[in-house]
């Protein structure tokens, strides 16, 4: 039986129980963000990180599958002769406010004006660092479809992106692209909000199944065995897979799953390379900035192929596993 999310009428539920709150109590989360010693942000300036603007805008081949990492978990996939971005995220500061909140460690590699057109911009859920309402204003402008979880859609049309270019789904749904390209939303384990209110909206984790290459876009998920398992046999093995690894601690563990756990979802998901999501962008824990990565790395072994591009850095991902070490430059 395909696992579900609930909506009892005014909030979404996780298919399994998760808890949101810290164990350990807000208190003891203030004093180790006072206190803790983790170089949580780079010393130095990172960057710039310029993607190739021209190269980006040619064609793309009818077989192609290229990743362009552009921080956190805006990614610009090329994939089956389409562009699909995820989770846009432009702004400075991943919060309600552009005074205060956290601060992106380096500038876009990409302007939002020098994006090519793109064929669908694909949302997971609404947190502020994966839902940036000036990129999705400015975006809603080039008439691009959106495809967002249930309930998502509002935050769109509000900042004004016409009705007939939203399309939500719940877990399991599906949509065309294309006649030869599917996209399917699956489950998450996650929440939602934005301000005081959670969970009014889906959250989700998204298939991307062309006519030659088959992806998989995470977005933010807890541990969720049985999750990824059931989308690793209904739409798997995948040819390219894109978890997050940052932002984890164990008094969040049921919502974030860092590096070890998102090696555990690759292999249940079938994954092929794995582009790791979610780090080396915003401070949103305690642990060191290139902590997740660095983990990642050691915990890989060889039968999981990783893509480490430098942000704005374009890889060709039958090429294979590709390490470019921007963190330690």
């Not at 990492?69 to 805006?74: A, E, R």
């Not at 050691?298 to 893509?307: C, I, Q, S």
Request: charged share 20%; with cysteine.
């Amino acid at each position: 039986m395909q696992l579900q999310a609930r909506y009892d009428g005014k909030i979404y539920h996780n298919a399994l129980p998760t808890s949101v709150n810290p164990p350990s109590g807000y208190g003891a989360l203030l004093k180790r963000y006072l206190l803790g010693k983790e170089e949580r942000e780079p010393k130095a300036p990172l960057g710039p990180f310029p993607a190739d603007a021209a190269a980006l805008a040619l064609p793309v081949p009818p077989t192609a599958l290229r990743a362009t990492w552009l921080g956190h978990s805006s990614t610009l996939l090329e994939i089956d002769g389409r562009r699909i971005l995820t989770d846009p995220v432009w702004s400075e500061r991943v919060s309600p406010s552009q005074l205060v909140g956290p601060k992106r460690f380096f500038a876009p590699p990409l302007p939002l004006a020098s994006l090519p057109q793109l064929d669908a911009v694909l949302l997971s859920h609404d947190h502020y660092d994966h839902l940036d309402e000036a990129a999705i204003r400015q975006l809603g402008r080039t008439g691009v479809p959106f495809y967002c979880p249930l309930g998502v859609g509002a935050h769109l049309h509000r900042w004004g992106v016409p009705a007939a270019k939203i399309t939500e789904l719940n877990w399991w749904e599906s949509t065309k692209l294309a006649d030869d390209f599917r996209l399917v939303a699956t489950p998450a384990r996650h929440f939602s909000g934005r301000g005081l209110t959670r969970n009014k909206t889906l959250w989700a984790s998204w298939c991307l199944l062309g006519p030659h290459h088959k992806v998989f876009f995470g977005g933010d998920s807890g541990p969720f065995e049985e999750g990824f398992r059931q989308i690793g046999a209904a739409y798997g093995p995948f040819d390219l897979t894109m978890l997050e690894i940052g932002a984890a601690d164990a008094e969040w563990a049921d919502i974030h799953m860092g590096p070890t756990v998102a090696l555990q979802a690759h292999r249940l998901l079938g994954g092929g390379p794995l582009l790791p999501l979610h780090w080396g962008t915003f401070n949103l824990a305690f642990h060191a900035w290139r902590a997740p990565v660095q983990q990642l790395i050691a915990e890989a072994g060889p039968d999981v192929p990783l893509l480490l591009p430098a942000p704005g850095q374009r890889v060709d991902v039958a090429a294979g596993s590709f390490n470019s070490q921007w963190w330690q430059k």
